[in-house]
């Protein structure tokens, strides 16, 4: 029985940098599956990691394909490890703007193939096994010009924080990831019809520091990683302020 490392979104930004920092630290793992649909990227990633990789690219939101994972994971019955979802996209505008189409495709990628991914792999995971959630503090609070995906961000928090407590008893811990902006090429598809708050891009931080801290808390068990000092602040005053209030801020903010 192989023990893997499941990283979905793995072709690009964090879910490439979990690829590399995992490797790095040779944890034991006996392979690294890595799923996206662009093959290309996935294949120069794995000629640059120790650690073997299974390349599975795939598009987590098509039904057919995802059958024929849940069929692979019945063969081959792994043992993962750890499960990294990473997979998720944004778009800002309002919801008048943007088209429903893409709307609905946030929440396709974001809540719904997140959940069946981490649904498929459950039966596999094993005691001391850590499944890390891809969230953002976009999930704190709803945010206008960004509704939908603050909202799918916001089901991801509310869904690994519960679904870590069901998992206590297995010794399965789940952590979620909450970093504000973060240097990848995330923000050339979320900017395509509009600009995030300049102020917002000024805690802007590395993959690799993001990648790095999540890492540390996922093994120690923590169930929120939340890098960098300003967005720890943006969290606690999420928590302590009435929402109107953090809203007339953001908005003087433009």
Known sequence: MENIVI???????????????????????????????????????????RTKCRILDMDITDQEQMEDFRLLLEKERPAIRMLVNCAGFGLMGTVQTLSYREQEAMIRLNCAALTQTTCLCLPYMKKNSRIIQMASSAAFLPQENFAVYAATKSYVLSFSTALGQELKARGIFVTSVCPGPVDTEFLEIAEKYGKTLSVKKL?????????????????????????????????????????PLIFGVMRLLK
Request: proline residues 4%.
């Open 203 to 243: 805690t802007m931080v590395s993959a690799g520091r993001v990648v790095k801290k999540a890492i540390r808390d996922a093994y120690r068990k923590k169930p929120l990683s939340v890098c960098a000092l300003p967005i720890k602040a943006f969290h606690v005053l999420c928590k302590l302020l009435p929402q």
């Open 7 to 49: 990283i979905t979104g793995a072709s690009s930004g964090i879910g490439r940098e979990f690829a590399r920092q995992l490797d790095r630290l040779q944890t034991k793992m006996d392979a690294f599956w890595l799923i996206a649909r662009r093959k290309e990227r996935l294949n120069e990633l794995s000629s640059d990691l």
